[in-house]
């Protein structure tokens, strides 16, 4: 069936080192992706998203990878901060309006 | 701070309870949601309202049951809800339905049912 999931469960690094979240999608048709970030306590906020018709988007400390060729989806955070530990889930909105939510991947940053 | 309200934070009733859940939105969004996450599990999706009208049910049992007065408000009506209901409530919302358009969450109902 359609899935959007996670390489890895828990991802731990030093502040001030690069993060990589990856995430495995298997809906060929989805053209429209986003990535949320959970803090305890709190819903899901976005963070940035890509259409199918780019493979990089860039924001603030954020990139976001596409690779339509293996349905393979990244999230790139530059210079980890505390601030920046939550759970992070990546999401996949195909034209069923219907919203994906990958497992979700815990980041967690060491001083 | 979020931009989608919800009410309350915390919420426990008894399985016989009636209550509500209400959410809120001032973005002009047109399209609104409920999704229901267990712990340490990602939020599913329960009903997509769309223009004010029930586009998406998931298979929701009928003890849940959604309300759309207005394009700003939502609500999820409980009756008779059981223990393994208990679980955290998010309310979204996005510009329309049809995809490439953001949906942005609440903090969130934490319901526990006794």
């Known amino acids: 069936g359609e899935s959007v999931g996670l390489h890895l469960p828990t991802l731990s690094v030093q502040e001030g080192d690069n993060s990589i979240i990856n995430c495995a999608y298997s809906n060929s048709a989805s053209d429209y992706f986003i990535w949320y970030k959970q803090e305890s306590g709190k819903g899901p906020q976005f963070i940035i998203d890509i259409r199918s018709n780019m493979d990089k988007r860039q924001g603030q400390r954020v990139t976001v990878l596409l690779n339509k060729t293996v349905k393979h989806l990244s999230l790139q955070i530059a210079a980890t901060q505390p601030g920046d530990s939550a759970v992070y889930f990546c999401a996949e909105l195909p034209y069923t309006d219907k919203l994906i939510f990958g497992t979700g991947t815990r980041l967690q940053v060491f001083p | 701070d979020t931009e989608v309200t919800q009410t309350p934070k915390h919420l426990v009733m008894g399985m016989t309870n009636k209550k509500s859940l209400k959410c809120e939105q001032h973005?002009?969004?047109?399209?609104m949601y409920w999704y229901k996450q267990k712990a340490k599990k990602p939020p599913e999706l329960m009903f997509v309202?769309?223009?004010?009208?029930?586009?998406i049910n998931e298979s929701v049992p009928s003890r849940f049951s959604p309300e759309c007065p207005n394009s700003s408000l939502l609500n999820l009506h409980l009756h008779a809800l059981q223990p393994e209901d208990s679980a955290l409530y998010l309310c979204?919302?996005?510009?329309?339905?049809?995809?490439?358009?953001?949906?942005?969450f609440g903090n969130g109902t934490r319901l526990t049912v006794t």
């Open positions: 979204a919302s996005s510009q329309a339905t049809g995809g490439n358009s953001p949906l942005h």
């Open positions: 309202y769309s223009y004010e009208k029930l586009s």
């Open positions: 973005m002009g969004h047109r399209a």
